[in-house]
């Protein structure tokens, strides 16, 4: 069925690329009006040219790009319905392998992109929408808040607290009418993703080793690692009028890999390789 937000205005950060690129696609399929908001000017302003949304530069640190693009939405279409926080990075520029060697830049790096970008986001989003009595704010988390050691120190950081403001703002604006809630994927192959691991197991290696690790063996669903498509999905229900009794919700979208008790996957950084192992 097409047209779920049919007329409404959407906002997506990190929009020009994986997640947010599908998402974008998905949102125009659906009926909306689109503004990607990235750095990526090139890919951003292609992806606007090929789906007929509009592109603007920003970075989500800053916190006046965000609310210049959500000026952009209001402007341009009359207001911002759906506010799709998903910039986000894994790493910054010195990743390390142990909590006793956490580099502070490293962790102040994507704090800023990851947990400032998506204040800014609910900060802004909401500044437009509580008028309005309506909206729906929505952030990529991750199971890394769920699984611990799934993921680096400060990616792991971020998205617990990714999920602490978005239980924090929607007992806040549920009195607004305004919905706020944050998908926690498990693995999922986009190109920043691919680049981060590629010199660990390729992507396509780490699909094929994880079937084979885990055929057959129940409570396990084979598409841990998903396509954008997949979370592109889930914010597509979490935007549409089909939840609009669903706030403050973390949507794990994960195949069941964060509740299956009896395996657990790790990445070894440290020496360099992906290993999987089974729990007896």
């Known amino acids: 069925m097409l047209s779920r937000i049919q007329g409404k205005v959407a906002l997506v950060t990190g929009g020009a690329s994986g997640i947010g ?34 592109y603007t530069h920003c970075d989500v640190s800053q916190e006046s790009q965000v609310a210049a693009a959500v000026d952009l939405a209001v402007s341009k279409f009359g207001s911002l319905g759906i506010m799709f926080n998903n910039a986000g990075i894994i790493s910054g520029p010195k990743p390390a392998d142990s909590i006793a060697r956490l580099d502070m830049s490293d962790l102040d790096a994507v704090l800023a992109v990851n947990v400032r970008g998506v204040a800014h986001g609910v900060k802004h989003a909401a500044r437009v929408m509580v008028p309005r009595n309506s909206g729906s704010i929505i952030t990529t988390a991750s199971i890394a808040h769920i699984i611990s050691g799934s993921a680096l120190h400060p990616y792991t950081i971020s998205k617990h607290a990714v999920v602490g403001i978005t239980k924090l703002a929607a007992s806040e604006l549920a009195f607004h009418g305004v919905r706020v809630n944050c998908i926690s994927p498990a693995g999922v192959v986009t190109e920043i993703s691919t680049k981060f691991w590629e010199n660990l197991v390729p992507v396509a290696e780490a699909k094929l080793e994880m079937q084979a690790a885990f055929s057959g063996k129940p409570g396990f669903d084979l598409r841990a690692l998903m396509e954008p498509e997949e979370i592109a999905e889930a914010a597509l229900f979490l935007a549409s009028d089909e939840s609009r009794f669903v706030s403050g919700h973390d949507l794990v979208v994960d195949g069941s890999l964060a509740g299956t008790a009896a395996f657990n996957i790790f990445k070894d950084i440290q020496h360099g390789q992906l290993r999987l192992v089974t729990k007896n």
Request: proline content about 0%; glycine content about 8%; aromatic content about 2%.
């Open 21 to 54: 690129a599908a998402t974008v696609k998905k949102f125009r399929a659906h009926g909306a009006e689109v503004i990607i908001a990235d750095v990526q000017d090139s890919r951003g302003e292609a992806l606007a040219a090929e789906t007929g949304a509009h």
